[in-house]
């Protein structure tokens, strides 16, 4: 052990702070082991004050720092290191902490009177000796009450639950130390497993259930595993283990729902050699891989596929009892023509009046041909003809754009599908949405697994508009289903739009963005620091060599754009979130600091600092807050609270929609990993939306994310002006790569 972590048995007297959501607390603690400084007598705020017994060899003194919460009255083993801190004076912070179950009458007694009073402790105590202990290693789940004067149902499942939490938990911390796994990887265990007595069977009887824990790949968990049990390394389990791991990260990461057999025995072979012998007979054992002709993936992936594949041809063949008349359909053109204020094209109004006829459309465009413009026409073909329609998009930005194109409120899929938690949905296959027709934009957007679940609540006897560009960047996650419909589906349910709208015409964004999207090089003229293209004098090209200087003219270019269009009209869009210079998180902590660089107040999360005003953008969906992926509000309260003795400090953000309303959220430091700055974003989380000016950067630190999909997603995100920053390596390579095809069961039936 390290001379300046000192390790001792101490019994804790009392609770001064702690916040479950940092896991950092203050505890005060009474010792019989020599430590290097420590008071003689207890503070008055101790669960002890009254206890004239104190022990004259005791020692006080105060544990500060993360941990798990600690029982007042419970002995632990802790290792800790002595600090001076400048602000609170003595203290120990700690390294790990381990509950030490009460073995003596005396020890159970002093920690159940932290929980109950000291008659009802004595009673359990007389009538279960082992209580502590019996309840700990699971032997004891329920008492007689009879036996227990004072104690009944409530309050002994209090009791059961602490000493479960209490010594279980760190049970787990002890076992788990190896692999650093903190007691906050822990807890988001216990998110899927709530029973820490569960979990530790669990995790003892197979330990790969830790590579669910986001940080913790495959090496560290089998590093430990093999630890543990070294007999293991040649064995079913662990070359299980590995190869569920693989395809899981090959398709969320990667997206492909298969490969070739000889890339997996390779990859078998480098990762588990001892398990090689072991894969022919995986190969013709197993319930969880798919192998066709050479081809393997995980059977989950493939029955998700062939599902939504089946859903669709079935769909097609089909007739609803939604029915429009060609007198309906031609009023629904000219009342949406009038409201947009031009015509349609006739390439336009052949799509609008096929998607108006048939049970299943599928559309697709490239950029400028109008697919956001013709929802208006399909959507009042239904509305004004008393249909009910239900339109989604997979974030909140692409749902809002639903809405600014047709006018008609959009939401996102997992809030149209009433999400109650993670791929659990109020309308599901057993439970059909309410609606004569359903509309999906930015299909592209949206990967295998919720695709199949929005397919699954529609109804038979309701129609399906599924919009998008398949050639824009393909779906977080696996499969790639968007584009595998188009390529499987004629013209009789998939309509390819080609022809640029008249309005769209004169735009230097729209051409060029068009010929990146079939890996072409808009520039025939020589590459010089600064280009502009088009009629309108739209699209900005300024090439440097420079990473930091394209750095720093977008941070000027977004101030400056800022005080002509409105901060809601502007953003700088890049392919990665952090961890290089022309990252979202860099470019937004530079900007904040500009914008609001007087502002005193400020909430600070685990990588991000947000200050009062500051614009900001919800990254998950949290169904509970009412609040979903790709909203974006404003700070407008940062302030702090006191619940049951706890310091809380919060930040609250406004929200408002497309349609005017607001609404005011309330995130504790724990939530705010659910945040950004919203000033500069990745080129995902624009996907769907629009701004009027865009600026987007590419250097070559953004390495596997440049291809044509992404520049040609970027791109189209301006609807007025675009400026693109480039290193002149970093935009070629976008023109020659293309990362669009993903390795799909669906695709490779299909050719």
Excluded at 376 to 403: P, W
Excluded at 595 to 624: M, W
Aim: proline share 3%; glycine share 6%; net charge neutral.
């Amino acid at each position: 052990m390290s001379d300046d972590v000192i390790e001792f048995k101490a019994v804790i007297t009392y609770e001064r702070y702690y916040n479950d959501d940092s896991s950092w607390g203050v505890f005060g603690f009474k010792t019989k082991d020599d430590i290097p400084h420590y008071e003689k007598e207890t503070e008055s705020e101790s669960f002890f004050e009254n206890d004239n017994n104190i022990d004259k060899d005791e020692k006080f003194s105060i544990l500060a720092g993360k941990m798990q919460e600690l029982v007042i009255g419970g002995e632990y083993l802790i290792k800790a290191r002595y600090v001076n801190d400048k602000t609170y004076g003595h203290q120990y912070n700690p390294i790990s902490v381990y509950a030490l179950i009460p073995q003596t009458k005396e020890a159970q007694l002093l920690f159940l009177k932290s929980l109950i009073s000291e008659s009802q402790a004595e009673n359990l105590v007389n009538a279960y000796p082992s209580v502590v202990n019996d309840v700990a290693d699971g032997t004891l789940k329920e008492i007689d009450y009879r036996l227990v004067k004072g104690v009944r149902e409530i309050t002994w499942n209090k009791i059961k639950d602490k000493i479960i939490n209490n010594y279980l938990i760190s049970d787990i911390i002890v076992m788990l130390k190896p692999l650093g796994v903190t007691y906050t990887m822990i807890k988001k265990l216990l998110k899927s497993e709530p029973n820490p007595a569960l979990l530790k069977q669990k995790i003892e009887k197979n330990p790969y259930i830790l590579t669910k824990v986001e940080g913790l790949g495959f090496k560290k968990v089998d590093d430990l595993t093999l630890r543990f049990n070294p007999e293991t390394v040649d064995s079913m389990e662990r070359l299980t283990a590995f190869i569920k791991y693989y395809f899981t990260e090959l398709g969320e990461n990667n997206g492909h729902t298969w490969v070739s057999e000889n890339i997996l025995m390779s990859a078998v072979s480098n990762n588990v050699p001892e398990c090689l012998d072991k894969m022919d007979y995986l190969m013709k054992n197993n319930n969880f891989l798919y192998v066709n002709d050479g081809k393997i993936g995980l059977k989950y992936y493939h029955d998700v596929e062939e599902k939504i594949k089946n859903i669709i041809l079935e769909k097609a063949k089909k007739q609803t009892e939604v029915r429009l008349s060609e007198e309906q359909i031609e009023q629904a053109i000219k009342n949406a023509e009038k409201e947009q204020g031009f015509e349609y094209v006739p390439e336009q109004l052949e799509v609008i009046k096929k998607s108006l006829n048939r049970t299943i459309s599928i559309i697709t465009g490239k950029a400028g041909c109008g697919k956001s413009s013709i929802m208006r026409a399909i959507i009042k073909g239904y509305k004004e003809n008393n249909y009910s329609v239900a339109a989604s998009a997979l974030s909140a930005m692409a749902a809002q754009r639903i809405t600014e194109a047709s006018g008609f409120p959009a939401s996102t899929i997992h809030r149209t599908l009433g999400c109650k938690e993670f791929n659990e949905f109020k309308f599901n296959k057993d439970n059909h949405l309410k609606a004569d027709a359903v509309l999906l934009d930015e299909g592209s957007m949206v990967n295998a697994g919720l695709f199949l679940h929005w397919l699954e609540a529609i109804d038979d006897n309701t129609r399906i508009i599924i919009s998008g560009d398949h050639k824009q960047l393909p779906p977080i996650g696996f499969g790639n289903i968007f584009s595998d419909l188009i390529d499987i589906f004629d013209d009789s349910v998939a309509s390819k739009l080609t022809k640029p709208m008249r309005q769209a015409e004169k735009s230097g964004i729209l051409a060029d963005a068009n010929i990146i999207r079939e890996n072409k090089n808009p520039i025939t003229e020589k590459i010089q620091p600064k280009l502009i293209h088009g009629e309108l004098n739209d699209m900005y090209y300024m090439f440097r060599e420079n990473r930091q200087t394209l750095f720093n003219i977008a941070v000027k270019t977004f101030l400056k754009s800022v005080e002509t269009d409105g901060i809601d009209n502007v953003v700088i869009a890049v392919p990665r979130r952090k961890d290089c210079l022309n990252s979202a998180m860099e470019l937004n902590k530079v900007i904040q600091e500009n914008l609001l660089g007087q502002e005193e107040k400020y909430i600070e999360s685990f990588d991000n600092s947000f200050k009062l005003g500051a614009k900001v953008t919800q990254t998950v969906n949290n169904y509970e807050k009412n609040v979903y992926n790709g909203e974006i509000g404003y700070i407008t309260k940062i302030d702090e609270r006191y619940e049951e003795g706890k310091r809380t400090e919060y930040c609250a953000v406004v929200y408002k929609d497309i349609l005017g309303g607001e609404k005011i959220v309330e995130y504790t430091k724990k939530d705010l990993t659910n945040l950004d700055l919203a000033y500069a974003m990745t080129v995902h989380k624009l996907q769907g939306s629009g701004r009027k000016t865009v600026i987007g950067i590419i250097d070559n630190t953004h390495h596997n994310l440049l291809d044509n999909c992404m520049l040609y997603t970027m791109l189209t995100r301006a609807k007025e002006r675009c400026l693109l920053l480039a290193e002149p390596e970093a935009f070629l390579k976008c023109i020659r790569t293309s990362h669009n095809r993903r390795n799909t069961w669906m695709r490779l039936k299909n050719n």
